[in-house]
């Protein structure tokens, strides 16, 4: 079993759609958070991040953190084209080390 | 553009042979980490240098090695390589040496293919 688990996706949505991401994982440890965009080829790009349990908003984006369930989530609302990407979740204890989930790939139809 | 800049973009390369993929962190980053991403493992961590240093090591094969150089920058080498090596590695760089997340930027990435 995989430390994070992510469903792959793809995942389709009309434009203007409320999307939401999750990632589950098994180490208690994890103590950070992020969620990462990725557009084809290029560079993960650090959308959200997020210290221990609760939730953060920065404008369209909502992250939330269950670490008593070991569930973190995305939500992206108001859904646009250039949302289309790859979004990736990673954790980490301490440490620098991040540890990824596979990816859910996103298309947002206009 | 985060900052970290990664040569070469794209390499093609037979079986068997040594590539040498650089890294320069952004301007005040002491922390570099290599990550490999491939279709069927995703995105995975390898190694990170902190000031010259190795800080943690990850699924890293012996084949391959590392090493950050007294201006900062890093080398990923690697040797023998197989086909299935081809895969984007990542070049990410943070300021201190544990990252926690947020201040881990990415480059671009080199592609490598071997055939």
């Known amino acids: 079993q995989k430390e994070v688990e992510q469903d792959p996706g793809p995942l389709s949505v009309p434009e203007g759609a409320i999307v939401s991401l999750n990632c589950t994982y098994s180490?208690?440890?994890?103590?950070?958070f992020m969620w990462y965009r990725q557009y084809s080829r290029k560079g993960p790009e650090l959308l959200m991040y997020t210290y221990s349990s609760g939730n953060k908003e920065d404008g369209r984006f909502t992250a939330q953190v269950d670490k008593s369930s070991k569930y973190i989530s995305l939500f992206i609302r108001d859904s646009q084209p250039s949302d289309s990407a790859t979004y990736l979740c990673a954790m980490s204890n301490q440490g620098g080390k991040l540890i990824f989930g596979q990816g859910t790939e996103l298309s947002v139809k206009p | 553009d985060s900052g970290v800049t990664q040569t070469p973009k794209h390499l093609i390369t037979a079986t068997g042979q040594r590539v040498t993929l650089r890294c320069s962190p952004r301007s005040g980053d002491l922390s570099v980490y290599w990550y490999q991403q491939s279709l069927d493992q995703g995105l995975q961590f390898l190694i990170q240098y902190y000031n010259g240093e190795e800080r943690a090591k990850g699924n890293i094969l012996e084949r391959f090695s590392a090493q950050q150089f007294p201006d900062l920058h890093s080398e990923l080498n690697l040797s023998s390589l197989e086909l299935g090596d081809s895969a984007l590695y990542f070049c990410a760089s943070s300021v201190g040496a544990r990252g926690s997340g947020n201040t881990i930027y990415f480059g671009e990435g080199s592609w490598l293919t071997v055939v």
């Open positions: 180490n208690s440890a994890f103590q950070y």
